[in-house]
């Protein structure tokens, strides 16, 4: 397919808020995804693990320690790693927990300049909850913000016992979203359960491949054989776009210049949109001399059709001063 008849590829890039306006309030918290909406994302990111009791809820990570009180609230009850996870937990018992900033393994936080400590009750969100919040905001605000849904290590749940893709297609489903034009993006970094959804379980939505590094360990997936010309070749017979990090993408060196890698030629050329993550205006990626100058890298060098951003203002700002 011609890059230029691909239809993902001919409309304004989209922003993605990542996690919510997550710059701004705790990450996949609905004040986070309120905001997100209000300064104009076109779809807020859900990440989706599975209670104990099978509820699918939105949160980044298997374990609940780093972004709420669960180790102080559940004493007890991590696993031997020292984690705790929420599938070992009811829906019922995360209904008590409280989210807050993220924190490193010392209990410090990863972004010091974000939103602090507080008595703000910020609570666990199922993933019915927010697709209702997103919808109502739709109407209230008279708006169309999609789904940006992930579902998190899908081999890992399903070993638990918890078949999380086909929980969430049925729950996107139930809720209206059941075909490429409905206003939602699957993502997934596992590509065999990409290729699971569309061929056995017939998923008909738009599908994005997110891409990692091996030494991640985020799934069976090989990100090296994949982020080459025949590794997009074989994305687009399943996926209509990829999530690569911005550093597969773009470089910049030490002293100032930039190399700008074959990856988004390659998706390109094969009909792939391609959402880079995560644009974030107090981490920017190695050597990038400041958040104007890495937008204008993505949209205008590498024309990327999408981002993941923290900080959903910075990048419209940006957007609607390159349309005028
Ligand atoms: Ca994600």
Request: charged residues 25%; hydrophobic residues 40%; contains cysteine.
């Amino acid at each position: 397919m011609s890059p230029d008849v691909n239809c993902a590829r001919s409309h304004a890039p989209i922003i993605i808020a990542h996690r919510g306006a997550s710059g701004y309030l705790p990450e996949h918290t609905l004040a986070a995804k309120a905001l997100a909406v209000g300064m104009g994302a076109d779809y807020v990111e859900q990440d989706v693990v599975i209670t104990r009791d099978g509820v699918p809820i939105v949160t980044h990570d298997i374990y609940l320690e780093d972004v709420t009180d669960i180790a102080a609230r559940f004493p007890g009850r991590a696993r031997a790693d020292g984690h705790h996870y929420a599938i070992d937990f009811t829906l019922a018992e995360l209904r008590t927990v409280i989210r807050h900033e993220r924190v490193d393994d010392a209990g410090h936080e990863v972004f010091r300049d974000r939103f602090p400590p507080s008595g703000v009750h910020f609570g666990i969100v199922t993933l019915a909850e927010e697709i209702e919040f997103v919808q109502g905001l739709n109407r209230s605000a008279g708006k169309n913000v999609g789904l940006y849904t992930e579902v998190k290590y899908p081999a890992w749940h399903r070993g638990e016992g918890q078949d999380i893709t086909r929980i969430v297609l049925d729950m996107l489903a139930h809720y209206g979203y059941r075909r490429r034009a409905d206003e939602v993006y699957f993502q997934c970094f596992d590509a065999l359960e990409l290729k699971r959804a569309r061929q056995e379980l017939r998923s008909d939505l738009k599908f994005v491949q997110l891409i990692g590094e091996n030494a991640w360990k985020e799934s069976s997936t090989d990100y090296d054989a994949m982020r080459t010309d025949h590794g997009m070749a074989d994305v687009a017979t399943y996926a209509d776009g990829i999530g690569p990090e911005i550093t597969q993408l773009v470089e910049w060196r030490p002293g100032g210049g930039l190399v700008v890698k074959d990856l988004g030629r390659w998706a390109h050329a094969r009909g792939l949109a391609i959402h880079p993550y995560t644009h974030r205006v107090d981490s920017l990626p190695a050597n990038a001399p400041d958040s104007g100058s890495v937008l204008a890298t993505l949209f205008d060098q590498v024309r990327v059709d999408g981002l993941f951003t923290d900080f959903t203002d910075v990048v419209a700002r940006h957007l609607a001063a390159r349309r005028r």
